[in-house]
């Protein structure tokens, strides 16, 4: 069931913040489970305390919730009371003086150039599918989009003269990415001989790459030819359907890339978020000295 403050404070989050849609299904997800823990003990998102709040928290991680996501939720939390206090719903913000749990920061794991090339030449481009994973692999290994990015990329975003794709990301912000010969020349190819089939004579869709349905693919489906084609590559890393997004990422600043125009080409706004791949390049150029370098 709906909660209308929930609901009041995340439109008022996509007027504020033009945050995606799974952002704020994610959101909407943990706050409406806060709100049902509240009310099995008489109490609302309105009367919560911070004793709540800890308790809260404390029973998620009892329950496996990991650091990261419990910090995610009290972020979540702190934007709820900070709206409410600022529309006088509440006198006083239960969520504060309350600290973050130690998190840490993991490295993305990524694949290495020849993991990729493998990855690149596992779908079988003989079939109009095959053709269409081709295509979108290139397409993703070349400009890093995230997969919302791409499944829902349309034909008006691509510029194939110029040799650049204009993507809306998160916040709504714009940005031009190039694209590569290589992907180009794939995402040709199957336009020219690949997307009709897939498209069930829905012509006038203006999906780049639609599912075998003729409709915008989701992103689970995607992930899951991904796993596929992974499988048929021999890749037994741990894949995320961020992963070569992260390759993009790394392999660029692995072969000198600058760091800001890395930020740029990710749509990240803020610095901070790119420069863990430092580390992943770090780690890299480690591994490397160990293996080769005489005294290594």
């Given amino acids: 069931m ?21 952002t704020l299904d994610s959101y909407r997800r943990d706050l409406r489970h806060f709100s049902d ?27 496996g919730l990991k650091s990261r996501s ?37 490295l993305p794991d990524t694949l290495t150039e020849a993991d990729v090339e493998a990855l690149l030449a596992a779908p079988d481009v003989s079939t109009s599918l095959g053709l269409r994973d081709r295509a979108m692999l290139e397409v993703l290994y070349a400009t890093g989009l995230r997969v919302t990015e791409l499944v829902t990329l349309q034909l008006t975003q691509v510029n194939l003269r110029q040799g650049v794709v204009r993507v809306t990301g998160k916040g709504s912000k714009e940005r031009l990415v190039p694209l590569g010969e290589e992907a180009i020349n794939w995402m040709i190819r199957f336009v020219n001989e690949g997307r009709a089939g897939l498209l069930k004579g829905n012509t006038a869709s203006p999906v780049l ?3 075998s349905h003729g409709r915008e693919m989701t992103r689970q489906t995607f992930w899951h030819r991904i796993k596929l084609h992974a499988r048929t590559a021999d890749i037994r890393k741990k894949l995320s359907p961020h992963t070569l997004r992260h390759a993009f990422a790394t392999h660029l600043l692995n072969h000198g890339a600058d ?7 990710l749509g990240h706004s803020d610095l901070s978020t790119t420069q863990i791949y430092t580390h992943v390049a770090r780690q890299r150029m480690k591994e490397l000295h160990q293996v080769h370098h005489p005294r290594g």
Avoid: H
Avoid at 7 to 22: F, I, P, R
């Fill in 2 to 22: 709906n909660d209308p403050l929930i609901d009041q404070y995340l439109d008022a989050l996509w007027l504020e913040k033009g945050l995606s849609q799974n």
């Fill in 37 to 63: 823990w509240l009310i099995q003990r008489s109490r609302s998102l309105l009367t919560a305390r911070r004793e709540d709040i800890l308790a809260y928290l404390a029973a998620r991680m009892s329950q």
């Fill in 70 to 106: 419990t910090a995610r939720c009290l972020s979540c939390l702190r934007g709820l009371y900070r709206y409410l206090l600022r529309e006088n719903r509440i006198s006083t913000d239960p969520s504060l003086r309350i600290d973050n749990p130690r998190t840490g920061r993991p």
């Fill in 209 to 211: 790459f639609p599912s």
């Fill in 259 to 265: 760091l800001r125009v890395v930020q740029l080409l």
